[in-house]
């Protein structure tokens, strides 16, 4: 067939390094009345956790820095959010997915989750909240497009920034570290036991330890297929330095690569 008609309108386009279609971007504002109306459900105190997918932006990984300190919350990053690497925070719990392998941390009941960005990789993640089914969930991003889970009470559908930097000033500031305590307690233990039982033998769980332990600070990792990323999330060095970790979600193989690229 005689493709000519078409390929003539795109030929700016193969001619330039510049996109066929332009997306001008836009924020949805958070109203007020729904962060005072939170602010006032989540008590001071409560056994929180800021679960974290896919974001952004630096200034959304800000946000829920931010979030998780002044609540005084344990924060689980997904490794797509952006804070598995060269983020330094005491409120991270890295190997929560290990951890939970454990009977008396699946036992510990969150009394509230709040779920920023998109969807998060680890399936124990999930089914440790679906056991408890926290009283308060609230999910927070700017897709209109993600499912939404059962178990959610508040849908908010806004800049997971402006939200979180809202929600802290809105706040009362947590004092008892107990329940974060608890978890970064268990975060050092898994710490301990994994540099030791992964250095042992090569396995995958070990080279992705080691390739995390050991990228330069200010390079990047793109992870290509589906058990690597899944390995990477859960066994990631705590104090990776790399700039950033990045994998596709669904497209993972061949096709997601060439996408990417």
Known sequence: ??????????????????????????????????VQELAGLLVADASGVLVVGHLRSDADRAGVLT????????????????????????????????????????????DA???LGGRFLSKRVQAWINRHQPSIYVL????????????????VLGSVQAFCEDLARASKPGT??????????????????LNVQLQSVLSEPALARTVSRLIPAGHHMFLGNS?????????TWPECQAAGIHANRGASGIDGLIASA
């Open 140 to 155: 927070c991003n700017d897709s209109d497009h993600q499912m939404v889970p059962g178990m959610v009470t508040h849908r």
């Open 1 to 34: 067939p005689n493709l000519s008609p078409w390929m003539d309108s795109l030929g700016h386009w193969i001619e330039s390094n510049d996109p066929h279609t332009r997306y001008a971007g836009g924020q949805r504002v958070v109203d007020e009345s729904t």
């Open 176 to 193: 008892d570290r107990t329940w974060l305590e608890r978890w970064q307690q268990r975060q050092s233990l898994c710490t301990e036991v």
């Open 113 to 115: 989750v709040i779920h």
């Open 227 to 235: 058990m690597p990323v899944r390995d990477m999330d859960m066994f």
């Open 67 to 110: 979030l998780g300190e002044m609540l005084g919350w344990p924060i689980v990053a997904d490794l797509g959010s952006g804070l598995r690497a060269g983020v330094s925070s005491s409120h991270m719990i890295h190997q929560l997915d290990v951890i939970l392998q454990h009977d008396a941390a699946m036992s510990d009941a969150p």
